[in-house]
């Protein structure tokens, strides 16, 4: 069955950087695209951007442009969200999703998510 | 950029009766690629709904989506009690993909 295990909670200070990561199983890792969801504290979701694990090409949304990378692994099946120059307001859950199929935009299975603090 | 506005914001309603929420694009929806989502606190969200009207796997059938263009619905023709939670639509045909703000279903 698909799984999408997220790294654990995080605490970060502002202007520091957090890395995420989010291991795929049961599933060509390199089949899917896998994009990144965040949700701060009560409020909505807000999409990220997304990494082709096959080529390593990305697609950010533009207020990330700049603070995030996508990269992968995948001699592990593992994608990475790396955002820098935290700010408070970054902080909220971070989710890795993947879609039905190579080109879904939408998602049929999400990780846990990984909660980032950013506190000073 | 699509933007997204969902409404209402709040839903109260009984168990049994009908729940017909509202997503509206401020341009149009490419090949009506919009997804509806149900979040409960602490969890991930879960597709119920794509292309428009398209059910995910496992997703009962008093959920439905309708609409093109800039309007789109999301009803649940009967509430049971697990489906009181916030409700988002998505949509998927231009980058950046874009989320709506939200329904809340709760219980009156």
């Known amino acids: 069955q698909v799984q999408l295990v997220q790294s654990g909670a995080e605490v970060k200070k502002p202007g520091a950087s957090v890395k995420v990561s989010c291991k795929a199983s049961?599933?060509?890792?390199?089949?899917?695209?896998m994009h990144w969801v965040r949700q701060a504290p009560g409020q909505g979701l807000e999409w990220m951007g997304r990494i082709n694990p096959n080529s390593g090409g990305t697609n950010y949304a533009q207020k990330f442009q700049g603070r995030v990378t996508m990269t992968r692994d995948t001699s592990i099946s593992t994608a990475y969200m790396e955002l820098s120059r935290l700010r408070s307001d970054d902080t909220a859950v971070y989710y890795c999703?993947?879609?039905?199929?190579?080109?879904?935009?939408?998602?049929?299975?999400w990780g846990q998510g990984t909660l980032v603090t950013v506190s000073s | 950029e699509i933007v997204l506005t969902q409404s209402p914001g709040t839903l109260s309603l009984s168990p049994g009766e009908r729940a017909t929420l509202s997503c509206r694009a401020s341009q149009s929806v490419s090949s009506s690629y919009l997804a509806w989502y149900q979040q409960k606190p602490g969890q991930a969200p879960r597709l119920l709904i794509y292309?428009?009207?398209s059910r995910a796997t496992g997703i009962p059938d008093r959920f439905s989506g309708s609409g093109s263009g800039t309007d789109f619905t999301l009803t649940i023709s009967r509430l049971e009690p697990e489906d009181f939670a916030v409700y988002y639509c998505?949509?998927?045909?231009?980058?950046?993909?874009?989320f709506g703000g939200g329904t809340k279903v709760e219980i009156k």
């Open positions: 998505q949509q998927y045909g231009s980058s950046p993909f874009t």
């Open positions: 292309g428009a009207s």
């Open positions: 049961g599933y060509t890792f390199t089949g899917y695209y």
């Open positions: 999703a993947r879609g039905e199929d190579f080109w879904s935009g939408y998602y049929n299975y």
